[in-house]
Each structure stands twice: as structure tokens, then as C-alpha cells.
């Protein structure tokens, strides 16, 4: 489906935008500082160094879902893909959106940004889980589609590590190379369950099922280990996490904050806010 030329982004505005991911260092490790998402048409922000929260209007007409995927792009604008009819768009802390080409209309996807592209796993058709991944080009504002995962995903946590995309989720892991399209299990076990995956300091952490945590060698996206314990935290999703120094901070869909100090390995709830 064609978006509505008012939607679109103008020449002048989509170069600019363009350049601004080009110029984006795949490995420049550049603290978040804050959590932006969307929740219930507003777009809420949890300032990671002040543990505050604040929200603005969101200029945009069709309804989100809950159950969308976003993530964040280099130029400070979160990508957001799914919503039931494959309503794709990025929107920033202003509020202002801009349209993109239609995808898949799969819920709870995993996504990430790579290389001018926002590569997308998995999801939710509303009748079954898929295994199907897809490529969003945001130069040629183009869907692709990839070859198939290995098994079924949904709710994936994905990140980069040394040009491979690390895909983890409850049902297990996988490192998919976006140079030749295919995956690999992560070794020495596929049976690394995972809540979220994320990369700091060119180092891989994936907080698993049951308080488990997984840590990858220094830039090698294959092999990891476990590398410590914490307590489990309830059965409540994670929901939009960020960094901010040398600390990982998740935001449950409870509205809870939690920090893991990747120094002293120290996993502790920091705030907790109103929805």
C-alpha cells in the first residue's frame, strides 16, 4: 500500500536525513541517555541520567498499537514498524512523524538498525508466529525480504555486534550475518534463552530467562558464556531499555526502571513511574 504524498518526506529533507545515517560509526558507543517509545498515542521519554519522566503529543492520526516494534535510529529518531496493516513511520522527541512504505502487518517483531537499513525478525501474524525477517532500505524507503529464520520468533531482542545482528528471545538465539543472509546458532549452546540482547564497549550481554546472563567474547559475536546470576525479576515483559555510561537500564511494562552496572555486575530496580 502507497503511503499519502503528504506523509512523505520532501527530496531536500530525506537526503538530509540520509546523511545524517551515513555519517552514523557503527561502533562509535554513544550513551543513549534517555528511552523514547510511544505508549497510548503520546510519546513518552525516561531520562536515564536525571530518572525522570516526561511526554509530548504525538502529530500522528491512525492508532499504535501496543504491540509495535521500534528502535531507535542514529539520528535520534525511533523507527517503528507493524501495527496490525504494516503502518511504518519514524518519529522524533518533537512529535513530528514521517511516513514510510508499507510492511508486514506482524505485532511484536524484534528490529534493529544496521548500515542504513533496519533489519526486522519474526513476529506475530494475530493467528500464528512467523519465522519470516525483512529489510527496510531507509535510502530507497524499500521492503525486502530475507531468508527465513530457523524456527518461529516472536518478542525478539536484537542488537549488533562486529557486523552480525545477535537475535534472542525466550525460545533461544541465533547470529544472523546480513553479508551472506543466513544464521548460525550461537555457540557452545543454541539453548541461550534470552529477554533482552544488548551491546556495550563492543561486548555482548543477553539477560535471560530465570535471573541467567550471557556475556560475549570482547567483538566476537559467536561465542558466549555464562557469566553470572541475578535475582529473577517477575513475569513482566521487558519493554524499551537504553545506556547510559556503563550501565544497561530497562523499562518493564510495569513502569518499572532497572539498572545492571556492567562494572560491579550489580542488577537493582532504580525508579518507578506512573503510566
Avoid at 552514523?24 to 497510548?40: G, Q, T
Avoid at 502487518?105 to 538498525?113: I, K, N, Q
Amino acid at each position: 500500500m502507497k503511503p499519502n504524498k503528504v506523509a512523505l518526506l520532501d527530496k531536500k529533507e530525506s537526503k538530509k536525513t540520509n546523511r545524517k545515517l551515513e555519517n552514523f560509526e557503527e561502533n562509535k558507543d554513544l550513551d543513549s541517555k534517555e528511552i523514547m517509545f510511544i505508549h497510548e498515542g503520546r510519546i513518552l521519554r525516561i531520562n536515564l541520567e536525571t530518572l525522570s519522566k516526561s511526554e509530548s503529543p504525538l502529530y500522528i492520526q491512525e492508532r499504535i498499537s501496543p504491540f509495535i516494534s521500534m528502535c531507535r535510529l542514529p539520528n535520534s529518531e525511533v523507527f517503528c514498524y507493524g501495527n496490525g496493516s504494516g503502518f511504518t513511520f519514524t518519529f522524533n522527541s518533537q512529535g513530528s512523524f514521517r511516513q514510510l512504505w508499507y510492511g508486514r502487518p506482524y505485532y511484536d517483531s524484534g528490529c534493529v538498525y544496521y548500515n542504513g537499513n533496519v533489519y526486522a525478525f519474526g513476529g506475530s501474524s494475530g493467528y500464528r508466529v512467523v519465522n519470516r525477517a525483512y529489510k527496510f532500505s531507509l535510502s530507497k524507503n524499500q521492503w525486502s525480504r530475507l531468508a527465513n529464520m530457523p524456527a518461529e520468533f516472536m518478542l525478539c531482542s536484537c542488537a549488533v555486534l562486529q557486523h552480525k545482528i545477535i537475535i534472542s528471545c525466550s525460545d533461544g538465539s541465533r547470529v544472523y550475518d546480513p553479508e551472506i543472509d543466513s544464521y548460525t546458532e550461537l555457540s557452545p549452546s543454541s539453548q541461550i534463552n534470552g529477554l533482552v540482547v544488548y551491546v556495550i564497549r563492543n561486548r555482548g550481554y543477553i539477560f535471560g530467562s530465570g535471573g541467567k546472563i550471557y556475556e560475549s567474547g570482547v567483538r566476537n559475536p559467536y561465542n558466549w558464556e555464562l557469566s553470572g546470576n541475578v535475582t529473577p525479576l517477575k513475569n513482566t515483559p521487558f519493554g524499551y531499555f537504553g545506556h547510559y555510561k556503563d550501565a544497561f537500564y530497562f523499562l518493564l511494562r510495569d513502569f518499572c526502571l532497572y539498572k545492571f552496572d556492567i562494572q560491579n555486575r550489580h542488577f537493582s530496580k532504580v525508579a518507578s513511574f506512573s503510566e
